[in-house]
């Protein structure tokens, strides 16, 4: 679009405005009617790609075992007996009965104290029973329950705490997108429940925990998005003292939002837990076009208070198009960049997703803005007076400018020391994430888990998949030793308290057959004996008893490791230390193992993160850095450019090193997102030199001097906007959000100075061809002359041109 | 004459949707008839246990069974003889009338030369890794009159043969949790008083099983079921029983329902 032509452009805009508006309307309503049917998606897998070997291998484990992420509910009693009392173990019974009735629980995979069967010996036989058989009706059943229970190693530190005053319930779903409307019943059945006196009852695991997260951060999101919006449309108000000046950008706004929820929807993408980030992201960056246009259709106005209302609008536009274009087009290129790069389905969406916003937040701000300007009536702003143009807070900008035209190397100095302060804090910065974490720490959710993870073996669970060569190879006693000593290896790991397999159901057996005696608690020696002990417990079990444990031919098993903490540095330790063994020790000809379940796809997934990020993040910046030299037509403006964004992001990563903010699924699209709103600040302030110097013939220091009071006041209520519209969110109670609004905040106030401190400081440094003022510049044209807004042409033509109001 | 027999059935089926219930013999009547039905004092035979997963794997298992009543009480003994590695298996159950008597199992493991005693079984629990109850195995082809009250709600074609469907439900909750069935809803074949077909209704009143008795053959003049198919709907998991060399005689050694014979084996 060339000058002439987007003269051409708004003159017909401005033609039709009531049109433009009207279908500028519907299309709006068009994309919003999609918004209902967008759907949920708070899995914690929906961050990995479905066909990542670890997602893909963990389905078919599930698939084999029927391994779900279950909700784990804990009852505690401190008391003497523990949790061996007969109205505490009624309890445990009333629970199990009451999660028959959740459709969506899994009806054979409960599993508790009220469910399982006791394996023991007899002199002459073997008894597999419930162990609540009899009902424990009275303190003598209760206590024969907890010594047939502490009895059975296997449910030590798993079902019951090593201590008794502890046991659990474990629920899996049928389906895990029902968890968080599980998680919602079990908190009224934890209401409902008949509890004693000492009796507590905890509410965690991992399906519990991806259950609530989900309401919890949007809950939170729902209630601030508008507050951010409320903020941002205050500073609008302060801004401009209209009504026009506070409403507009709204309009705005919603075009916006609802075109990227709306495609959202009609694309069938789910809205991810991130996705809660794109409409506060997207307000802040549509508010920053309508912003810039409104402050130069203002100073025309104040410029010009005879001209009509079409003409100022006409004539502020030609002058804002192409920054405006040129921030849409490297913002998009920065969007571009994330979902390119970016490992995780739902980033990828934001990043397209973000992108298609700000084409849209273009489109609206080129089209609707100046046709509603146009359509009513001139009315000046109190904020661009025309006897005074410079109001307060332009001044407080020239001030500002004041200080770079004279010590320009200090800035720079400055920013260096700045920067080098940056890496230190920046190399402190550890790649790590823990589910819980995201939590307040008051929530019930987190002192649950503390409770569960203190009491118990853990509820984080790493599954080890043995596979033989053969049907009933599980049956041969050297494989099911050899499962043994991993059992045992693993167990020596850091914050590994426990592990079940096929082989301790074998020894319990083997002890039961062998009259009880302790000394028999070991594997037995032959295939035929495993075989035979199989088809024994098969006599009272269920066909589905060991489904859990071994697959139907015996060929597969699967060892449940249970760790006591679900944080990745920790994981990654036993998963290395694992992956290790099963190389060097456990895998031969005949049996082989791999590792899968909810760690060690974390564990994947983590690392993948930090892997890939530090490349998406320089792939964004390159293509920012592309973009910025193509628009600019100039390298060197391109690198002054994307200098402050780098900045930004540095900082951002300093901050997150120094106040031990960990490198994590959320926050690591935080430096993206700082490169999305960060780089307008830099684009407005290098275009408008450009202009200031190769159009109107200033000096560089003139041109500096004339930067802040306009465009810099403009950029100071962009960032005002964005800076305290983020900030809203840290009032939440989520961790995740807080963390997200004040580490954009701090990204968009370092963007912001470094645009206006840094660049301007550069240019005078190093006085760059592309901006350097020869009066042979205009013929030169080593910039297409065209490209170049002429404000003499603009007012000669819109001279003779005379527009009909 | 078999197109005569539909014409006459389908006519009288459809006379039955105006007729009103009554008409058609009591939920009662058809139990009686059911546990009328001779099944022979003692029977040998040969069952094919094939129990399949839902991924579709399968477990096999070759045994020879013997029956015999002693009055209301039933033994039964079974010998594995495949698969290699649970060959000469044995496992022995003597099933007491008086509903307050547990059973009595025995299970001999050779791989350890020992006879086992196993905890009587409740009800509801599952036979050897199938997915028939110990009450289902108990019963056999005859149904339980105390358990349920039963109402006949019409009448069917199952495979040609002229059913009625009884409805039968468990009389209390308490027995409906031992027996781990809140509902069965029978195809009770007329002639034979066999029932065909049966749908099992779990606690929350969701279909749980459905049997298939097929195969019904006279053998010694008893009609005999050579092939017995259960469903799981919840876990996807099935069974199928084929019997083979099926034989009354009541003269069945009675040693061979002894602790003694399943060491000994076969």
């Not at chain 2, 039955?16 to 013999?25: D, G, M, Q, V």
Request: aromatic share 10%; hydrophobic share 45%; glycine share 6%.
């Amino acid at each position: 679009m060339k000058t002439n032509n987007a003269e051409k452009f708004f003159e017909t805009i401005t033609r039709w405005p009531k049109t433009v508006v009207l279908i500028s309307l519907v299309m709006i309503i068009f994309c919003a009617s999609f918004i209902p049917t967008l759907q949920k998606d708070t899995r914690s897998d929906a961050f990995m790609p479905p066909d990542h070997p670890a997602l893909v291998y963990r389905e078919k484990v599930k698939e084999i075992f029927g391994l779900n992420d279950p909700m784990v509910i804990a009852v505690v009693n401190n008391g003497e007996t523990g949790v061996f009392n007969s109205q505490t173990l009624k309890l445990v019974q009333w629970l199990s009965d009451a999660l028959l009735d959740i459709e969506a629980v899994d009806a054979d995979r409960i599993t508790s104290l009220a469910t399982e069967n006791d394996i023991v010996g007899t002199q002459d036989g073997m008894l597999v029973e419930p162990f609540f058989d009899p009902y424990p009706e009275t303190q003598q059943t209760a206590d024969n329950i907890r010594t047939a229970v502490m009895d059975f190693p296997l449910y030590m530190g798993s079902l019951v705490a090593d201590d008794g005053k502890a046991t659990l319930i474990v629920a899996e779903l049928q389906a895990q997108n029902e968890a968080q409307a599980v998680y919602q019943k079990l908190l009224t059945l934890k209401e409902q429940a008949p509890v004693g006196p000492a009796d507590e009852i905890y509410i965690a695991g991992e399906g519990a925990v991806s259950g609530y997260m989900g309401t919890y951060i949007d809950n939170d999101a729902k209630r601030l998005n508008p507050i951010a919006g409320l903020i941002i449309t205050l500073m609008l108000l302060i801004a401009f003292r209209t009504l026009r000046g506070t409403l507009l950008p709204n309009l705005v706004v919603l075009g916006t939002v609802a075109s990227a929820l709306g495609m959202m929807a009609a694309f069938e993408i789910p809205f991810f837990i991130i996705t809660n980030a794109l409409p506060v992201v997207l307000i802040g960056i549509a508010v920053a076009d309508s912003i810039h246009i409104l402050s130069q259709y203002y100073e025309e106005a104040a410029r010009h208070p005879l001209d009509s209302s079409r003409q100022i609008t006409i004539r502020a536009m030609k002058q804002m198009w192409r920054p405006i274009t040129l921030t849409s087009l490297t913002t998009m290129a920065g969007f571009f960049g994330l979902s390119l790069a970016s490992v995780m389905p739902p980033m990828e969406y934001f990043g397209i997703f973000a992108m298609l916003g700000v084409a849209a937040a273009w489109l609206y701000s080129m089209t609707v803005v100046p046709a509603i300007l146009s359509l009513l009536k001139l009315k000046p702003s109190k904020a661009f007076k025309p006897s005074q143009p410079i109001d307060w807070f332009g001044r407080r900008m020239s001030s500002m400018g004041a200080v770079v035209i004279h010590r320009p190397g200090w800035v720079l100095a400055v920013a260096l020391l700045v920067a080098l302060v940056g890496l230190v804090g920046a190399s402190k910065m550890e790649l790590n994430e823990e589910r819980i974490t995201i939590f307040h720490e008051d929530e019930d959710i987190v002192s649950a888990d503390k409770v569960i993870n203190s009491k118990f073996d853990g509820a984080h669970y790493l599954d080890i998949v043995i596979e033989t060569d053969a049907e009933e190879g599980l049956f041969n006693p050297g494989h099911l030793q050899r499962i043994e000593a991993l059992q045992n290896f693993v167990e020596t790991l850091p914050h590994v308290n426990g592990s079940t397999s096929v082989v301790d159901y074998l020894k319990q057996m083997n002890r039961a057959i062998n009259e009880d005696r302790s000394d028999a608690y070991q594997l037995p020696l032959s295939e035929e004996l495993v075989a035979q002990y199989f088809l024994l417990y098969s006599a009272s079990g269920n066909p589905s008893d060991f489904e859990q444990e071994v697959d139907y031919d015996y060929r597969l098993a699967n060892v449940r490791i249970r760790l006591d903490s679900g944080r990745f540095n920790f994981e990654k330790e036993v998963v290395e230390a694992v992956e290790q063994y099963i190389h060097k020790h456990f895998n031969t000809p005949g049996i082989q193992a791999n590792l899968s379940g909810r760690i060690n796809v974390d564990y994947h997934w983590i690392k993948r993160l930090g892997e890939s990020h530090f490349g998406s993040i320089g792939i964004s910046l390159i293509l920012v850095l592309l973009m910025a030299s193509i628009t600019l037509r100039s390298l060197v403006a391109g690198v002054i450019t994307v200098v402050p964004v780098a900045f930004s992001v540095l900082i951002v990563y300093a901050v997150m090193g120094f106040a031990n903010v960990w490198l994590a699924v959320g926050t690591s699209m935080f430096a993206a997102i700082a490169i999305g709103l960060g780089v307008d600040f830099a684009i407005h302030t290098v275009e408008r030199l450009k202009v200031l110097v190769r159009e109107q013939g200033k000096t560089i220091d003139e041109a500096i001097e004339a930067l802040y009071p306009s465009t810099g006041r403009a950029l100071l209520f962009n960032f005002a906007a964005l800076a305290m519209g983020f900030s809203v969110l840290t009032t939440s109670e989520v961790v995740p959000l807080i963390r997200f609004g004040s580490l954009v905040a701090v990204a968009v106030t370092s963007a912001f100075i470094a645009s206006l401190w840094v660049i301007p400081a550069l240019i005078k440094v190093f006085n760059p061809r592309f901006l350097r003022h020869t009066s042979q510049s205009f013929q030169e044209q080593d910039v297409p002359l065209a490209a170049i807004p002429q404000p003499v042409t603009v007012v000669t033509q819109a001279q003779t041109k005379p527009v009909s109001e | 004459m078999k197109f005569g027999t539909t014409i006459i059935i389908g006519f009288f089926s459809f006379l039955a949707t105006f007729a009103s219930a009554s008409e058609l013999p009591s939920g009662e009547e058809i139990a009686k008839h059911i546990n009328a039905r001779d099944d022979g004092i003692a029977v040998s035979r040969n069952v094919l246990m094939e129990m399949t997963d839902k991924r579709g794997k399968t477990r096999k298992r070759e045994t020879r069974g013997f029956r015999k009543y002693y009055g209301s009480e039933k033994r039964t003994v079974i010998f594995y003889l495949t698969p290699r590695s649970v060959k000469d298996t044995a496992f022995l159950t003597y099933d007491y009338p008086e509903a307050n008597r547990d059973d009595d199992q025995w299970l001999y493991l050779p791989a350890a030369r020992k006879v086992r005693r196993i905890s009587a079984s409740d009800r509801g629990d599952y036979f050897l890794g199938t997915d028939f109850t110990y009450e289902d195995i108990k019963l056999e082809s005859k149904v339980s009159q105390q358990d349920y009250q039963r109402s006949t709600l019409r009448e069917e074609l199952i495979g040609g043969h002229h059913t009625y469907v009884v409805e039968a439900i468990t009389v209390s909750k308490a027995v409906a949790k031992e027996l781990g069935y809140s509902k069965v809803i029978q195809w009770v074949d007329s002639k034979i008083w066999m029932t065909r077909k049966a749908e099992f209704y779990d606690l929350r009143g969701k279909l749980l099983k459905t049997t298939f008795t097929k195969n019904i053959q006279q053998v010694q003049g008893i009609w005999t079921s050579h092939l017995l198919e259960v469903n799981n709907h919840n876990t996807k998991h099935k069974t199928r029983f084929t019997f083979s060399e099926v034989h009354y005689d009541d003269s069945i050694n009675d040693d061979l329902f002894t602790e003694r014979s399943l060491r000994r084996g076969l």
